[in-house]
């Protein structure tokens, strides 16, 4: 039974460039949450998402990122023209369509470096 | 907004020890306290959670209480191992909904053998 996977594991783009980050949710889960992580910080909670919607993007930056998970694939999160300040690692965790779903299960995360 | 604080920061015990690490929250509407083990270079990992119906939950060495009138609730780890070294984080979040874990700093666990 696999986990949440994410990839790349790590990512270095430069100043300008853009990245995407893939998460796939554990199988017969269907909510995706996004997450950053900065260093000796805690998760900050960026978007929250389920097939084809995006519920709360509350926590997402207005402008660079965005956000999606399509009806077939993984969730992407998106950086556009990145700067050093989106450096951290991110996390996507996912949980399932019953009750409860409180439980959120994260994948291993993905580390970008903007040089 | 939701906000969790968590105590210690850092945190060393001897092998052997126990441990406990703080939180509190100040939205008493907040009814789902997990807590996260991450390691290094790894996603965090549900350890144990609890839920405003309940005071404590114990599984194995780790046991969680949450005191829902002063708003904290705490991890206790006993007879600490090695392999129990990690940055441990708690949440809490509201059920129903869209579900969003406020999440403390971390605790870095340090378990000298």
């Known amino acids: 039974n696999a986990g949440v996977m994410q990839n790349p594991r790590h990512l270095v783009r430069r100043r300008g460039q853009e990245a995407r980050l893939r998460c796939s949710p554990m199988k017969g889960h269907s909510h995706v949450y996004w997450y950053r992580q900065l260093p000796e910080e805690g998760l900050k909670f960026m978007v929250y998402?389920?097939?084809?919607?995006?519920?709360?993007e509350s926590g997402m930056p207005k402008e660079r990122f965005s956000a999606e998970f399509p009806k077939e694939g993984p969730s992407i999160l998106r950086i556009q023209q990145v700067v050093r300040g989106d450096s951290a690692a991110y996390f996507c965790?996912?949980?399932?369509?019953?009750?409860?779903?409180?439980?959120?299960?994260f994948g291993p995360g993905t580390r970008l470096t903007v040089t | 907004g939701e906000n969790v604080e968590q105590h210690p920061s850092t945190l060393s015990v001897q092998e052997g020890d126990s441990a406990v690490i703080k939180c509190t929250y100040s939205d008493s509407a907040s009814n789902y306290f997990p807590w996260y083990k991450q390691e290094l270079g790894k996603g965090p990992q549900l350890i144990i959670d609890?839920?405003?119906?309940?005071g404590e939950k114990k599984d194995q060495r780790i046991a969680v209480t949450l005191n829902k009138t002063a708003k904290h609730f705490s991890l206790h780890i006993t007879e600490t191992q090695p392999e129990d070294s990690a940055v441990y984080f708690c949440?809490?979040?509201?059920?129903?909904?869209?579900?969003?874990?406020?999440f403390g700093r971390g605790t870095s666990l340090i378990v000298h053998p």
């Open positions: 609890i839920r405003s119906n309940v």
């Open positions: 998402l389920q097939k084809e919607n995006i519920i709360d």
């Open positions: 965790a996912s949980s399932s369509t019953g009750v409860p779903t409180y439980e959120q299960y």
């Open positions: 949440a809490a979040s509201m059920s129903g909904g869209s579900y969003i874990p406020t």
